[in-house]
């Protein structure tokens, strides 16, 4: 997960984890493309609390990187994004969009 804002990274960090999610953090872009380059996640996720215009390209590069890794991306459309979530989707919308993207079926409760 790659966010500028270290609270909002903690909470969704932390909702994540609790489902049973391993994460990976960064604030740095550039941090985010070399830990894509030498792990294979099951799932990027860019926050939006990076400018739209930085949040395309990187989701660019990371495509263009990883092209079948799954790209969440919080904010208004990013066309090479495999899905687009509100910023501020609740934990429910956030989780089902997760568990989706690595085909891991959600528990219901």
């Known amino acids: 997960m790659v966010g500028w804002y270290p609270e909002l990274m903690l909470t969704r960090t932390?909702?994540?984890r609790?489902?049973?999610?391993?994460?990976?953090?960064?604030?740095?872009?550039?941090?985010?493309?070399?830990?894509?380059s030498v792990t294979d996640p099951a799932l990027v996720i860019v926050c939006h609390s990076i400018p739209r215009k930085l949040r395309r390209a990187i989701?660019?590069?990371?495509?263009?990187?990883?092209?079948?890794?799954?790209?969440l991306v919080f904010?208004?459309?990013?066309?090479?994004?495999?899905?687009?979530?509100?910023g501020l989707a609740g934990p429910e919308v956030f989780l089902h969009h997760?568990?989706?993207?690595v085909g891991r079926p959600e528990k219901k409760r």
Request: no cysteine.
């Open 18 to 36: 609790a489902k049973g999610y391993a994460v990976t953090e960064t604030h740095d872009p550039a941090d985010a493309l070399r830990i894509l």
């Open 59 to 71: 989701v660019s590069e990371m495509k263009h990187a990883k092209p079948l890794v799954p790209v």
């Open 75 to 86: 904010g208004p459309g990013i066309r090479e994004a495999d899905i687009s979530v509100p």
């Open 98 to 101: 997760v568990a989706f993207l």
């Open 14 to 16: 932390a909702i994540l």
